[in-house]
């Protein structure tokens, strides 16, 4: 069972940035496809951005593209979302989710692990 720690949300203003981790229990996480997802209230649970296990391919939402990138530091099991000029939609809670050796990065049920969950609140 691999376990996914969110880390790194908080309280921001409109335009600023906030860098969310994911760590992982699993030391063979560099073969996992890890995808972030949100979940503002009373909406569904969407898509954010994902990074295939081999790092070549990243996905990214239209309504984050250009402000947001993940990347991944194989060495300490962490999967990395760098959010830029946050907008006060941006507001949910934001999840991290992994698959071994996924390669569709982009649907919910692409991913088989799932962490808790990081608030990220955008004041405008």
């Known amino acids: 069972q691999v376990q996914l720690v969110e880390s790194g949300g908080g309280l921001v203003q409109a335009g600023g940035s906030l860098r969310l981790s994911c760590a992982a229990s699993?030391?063979?996480?560099?073969?996992?496809?890890v995808g972030w997802f949100r979940q503002g209230a009373g909406k569904e649970r969407e898509f954010v951005a994902g990074i295939r296990w081999d790092a070549d391919t990243t996905k990214y939402a239209d309504s984050v593209e250009g402000r947001v990138t993940v990347s991944r530091d194989n060495v300490k099991n962490a999967v990395y979302l760098q959010m830029n000029s946050l907008k006060p939609e941006d507001t949910a809670v934001y999840y991290c989710a992994a698959r071994r050796l996924g390669y569709s990065l982009g649907r919910t049920n692409d991913y088989f692990y799932w962490g808790q969950g990081t608030q990220v609140t955008v004041s405008s």
């Open positions: 699993e030391p063979t996480f560099d073969s996992y496809t």
